[in-house]
Every structure is written in structure tokens, then in C-alpha cells.
């Protein structure tokens, strides 16, 4: 492991994270999830908030994707998405839906103001909840060319974080 860098489990976890919470709301796969936990794990992002009916660790699929990274990320639970909003707003974090609605901010055009930041995933059928939404402080849209408008949700959270720490939100 040290050859290639990688951190172990307790380095991880004493590691400086980028000051990014990602919320799922309501996803229905476990492969999805354990994808996101993975991607979480690469860009050092600070928590997972698994919320609704949103798989939760430990489970044999969610594992298949995640190869390990529940470990490292910390994650919470919470009954319902606005409640987790509701919670990261009540400290501090920015939160913006990752959607395409009216007055959505493109991806890469999108200033994190260098506030913490929480971003939510919606369901891979109905997307983030218009009771979320209507809390959040904005959308979040990744630009898209072909015939599609949606990506997985897996997908877009790994893009979302990458645009994050390529455009300089990441930890130090």
C-alpha cells in the first residue's frame, strides 16, 4: 500500500478532509451507494448522510462497490433528507441540490464561496425531494451534450466531487 500512496484506515481517518458532506436522499441501490462511499473515499470528503430508504452499511452490496470505504467515511443516518439538511444547515454548511431546475448554477461555473458545503443526490428516478429543494440554497447542474439529460447518481456524485477538489475545495 505505501508504494502507491494510499492511506491506511487510521491515516484516513486523522486525515484533513475536504470540507464536503454528501447526502443521499432516497437512493434505491446498493451498488450506487457503495459507489458513492468509494468515490467519498478517493476525494477524502467529510461524512455520507444516508437518508430515507437509502441502503445503509453494513450489507454485502453495498460492499461489492464500495471495497472497503465504508470504513473510512463516516456516515450517519437520518430519517428523512430535510432532516439532514435541516441539520448541516443548522451548522454553518451550504447545501445545493444537485438537479436541473430553473436557475441552476452549471457545474463548472458553480463558487463554493469557500463555505462547507453539503451536497444531495436524489433518487435515480425522482431525484432530490421539492421539499429539500425548496430549503437548499441552490442546484447544482452537470452540463450535459447528447441526447440523455441524467446520469446515474453513482456517476454524478464522482463527477461532482472531482469538480469540487479540481477547482480547489479540497483539503490542504
Request: proline share 3%.
Amino acid at each position: 500500500m505505501d508504494e502507491l500512496g494510499r492511506k491506511s484506515v487510521k491515516a484516513f481517518k486523522e486525515a484533513e478532509k475536504t470540507p464536503v458532506i454528501a447526502i443521499l436522499d432516497n437512493i434505491r441501490s446498493m451498488h450506487n451507494v457503495g459507489s458513492i462511499f468509494r468515490s467519498a473515499d478517493a476525494f477524502l470528503l467529510q461524512a455520507i448522510f444516508l437518508c430515507g430508504y437509502t441502503p445503509q452499511p453494513p450489507h454485502r452490496d453495498i460492499q461489492k462497490t464500495a471495497l472497503g470505504a465504508t470504513e473510512t467515511v463516516d456516515w450517519i443516518y437520518f430519517a428523512s433528507t430535510l432532516e439532514a439538511v435541516q441539520a448541516v444547515k443548522a451548522q454553518g454548511y451550504l447545501v445545493y441540490g444537485i438537479e436541473q431546475a430553473a436557475g441552476s448554477v452549471q457545474l463548472q461555473h458553480f463558487n463554493t464561496q469557500n463555505a462547507p458545503l453539503a451536497i444531495v443526490f436524489g433518487n435515480e428516478v425522482e431525484g432530490v425531494g421539492a421539499d429539500v429543494l425548496a430549503i437548499a440554497d441552490g442546484c447544482i447542474e452537470i452540463p450535459q451534450m447528447g441526447m440523455k439529460h441524467s446520469l446515474n447518481v453513482s456517476v454524478a456524485a464522482g463527477i461532482v466531487f472531482w469538480e469540487l477538489v479540481r477547482g480547489g475545495f479540497a483539503s490542504t
